[in-house]
C-alpha cells in the first residue's frame, strides 16, 4: 500500500536525521499521496498540456523534500 510505503520512508528518513522530526509521517504521508493524486489527474483532464509529468514530479520534490529536510 503507497501510504504504508510513504510512512516508512518517512519514519526512516527521521531516524537518520535526513526528515525533521517535529513531522508527523500519518498526516505528511496523506499531503504527499493527495498533491500526486490531484497533480495526475488534474493533468489527465487537462485538454491542453501545460506541463509534462517531469515538472510535476520535480516541483513536488523541491516542495516536499526542501519542506522535509533537517
Known amino acids: 500500500d503507497y501510504l504504508n510505503w510513504i ?4 519514519e ?4 537518520q536525521g535526513l526528515f525533521k522530526k517535529n513531522i508527523n509521517p ?4 496523506r499531503a504527499i ?3 500526486v493524486d490531484e497533480m495526475a489527474l488534474d493533468w489527465v483532464l487537462m485538454k491542453k498540456k501545460k506541463y509534462t509529468m517531469e515538472e510535476v514530479a520535480e ?3 523541491l516542495m516536499f523534500i526542501g519542506g522535509l529536510q533537517a
Do not use: R, T, Y
Open 59 to 61: 516541483q513536488l520534490c
Open 26 to 29: 500519518v498526516i505528511v504521508k
Open 7 to 10: 510512512s516508512l520512508i518517512l
Open 33 to 35: 499521496f493527495g498533491a
Open 12 to 15: 526512516e528518513g527521521q531516524a
